[in-house]
């Protein structure tokens, strides 16, 4: 493979996870992060306190992520070869984690908000 483009790198997402699955995800992580962004609007700030809570959840949410994509790959972490796959396997970790404390911060704000009416 000479060049590389988003064009590719959507294709290989698209043939790992299925059309559907990946372009829901893609849908549900657009979506969380409007609601993460409109909260920040609407509250003017992060507390910390909920931001705090969120971030205790992001270890999971790392290995649910790592966990997730081995699955739908049928592969183990006893299949890694070489640098480019622990990057790989970082980089999914950490998008995993921040995913999940943008969900939880964005669900205990809300959840705050209802109990506040």
Known sequence: MQTFSFLTLLAVFEEMFGHGLFWTMVALSAIF???????LIRERRLESRL????????PLGA????AFVQWMTNSHLYH????IDVIV???IA??????????AYAAQA????FLRR
Request: glycine share 12%; net charge positive.
């Open 33 to 39: 992060g409007l609601l993460f962004l409109s909260i």
């Open 51 to 58: 931001f705090v809570r969120a971030q205790l959840l992001s």
């Open 63 to 66: 290995m649910a992520a790592v």
């Open 80 to 83: 890694i070869g070489g640098a």
């Open 89 to 91: 396997l970082i980089a």
């Open 94 to 103: 950490v998008i995993g984690a921040a995913g999940t404390t943008l969900v």
């Open 110 to 113: 809300l959840a705050l908000s």
